[in-house]
């Protein structure tokens, strides 16, 4: 059966926050080990919705500043966005107001967003964290107050590793 419709879905958020490591296990159950910095990439899924089948389109931008002119270009036709930051960066949390929030809305004001916590996993990995003092971790709370604030439609808190997922 072949999909009766296209949905493109762009990936954006600060680098190094998981959005590729995200789609990758999405599309294809697998885990990647090593951080590559993405410019651009584009990944496919066929989902079942309602019964009928749907091309999910996902595009992965960068989240580097060096890419703050190209990123954009990749917003045109777009129907949902996937707003995503580290739940052991508060950096990360800031930036959904400070940075990305201001870029969405110049470029695709309604087009509806979907707000993404990752690395749930290390959220509560004391190993890591003792190992780690600069991260910061955010709480499900402050995450869904901010999906308040930027009036997205949801807010959800994953793990590509052990593809957790924790819907509010």
Request: proline share 4%.
């Amino acid at each position: 059966m072949s999909a009766t419709k296209f949905i493109k879905c762009v990936t954006v958020g600060d680098g190094a926050v998981g959005k590729t490591c995200m789609l990758i296990c999405y599309t294809s159950n697998k885990f990647p080990t090593d951080y590559i910095p993405t410019v651009f990439d584009n990944f496919s899924a066929n989902v079942s919705v309602d019964g009928n089948i749907v091309n999910l389109g996902l595009w992965d931008t960068a989240g580097q500043e060096d890419y703050s002119r190209l990123r954009p270009l990749s917003y045109r036709g777009a129907d949902v966005f996937v707003l995503a930051f580290s739940l052991i960066s508060r950096a990360s949390y800031e930036n959904v107001l400070k940075k990305w929030m201001p870029e969405l809305r110049r470029f695709a004001p309604n087009v509806p967003i979907v707000l993404v916590g990752t690395k749930l996993d290390l959220r509560d990995h004391r190993a890591y964290l003792a190992d780690h003092p600069g991260a910061s971790v955010v709480t499900t709370a402050q995450g869904e107050e901010l999906r308040k604030q930027i009036g997205a439609a949801a807010y959800i808190e994953c793990s590509s590793k052990t593809q957790q997922v924790q819907t509010t």
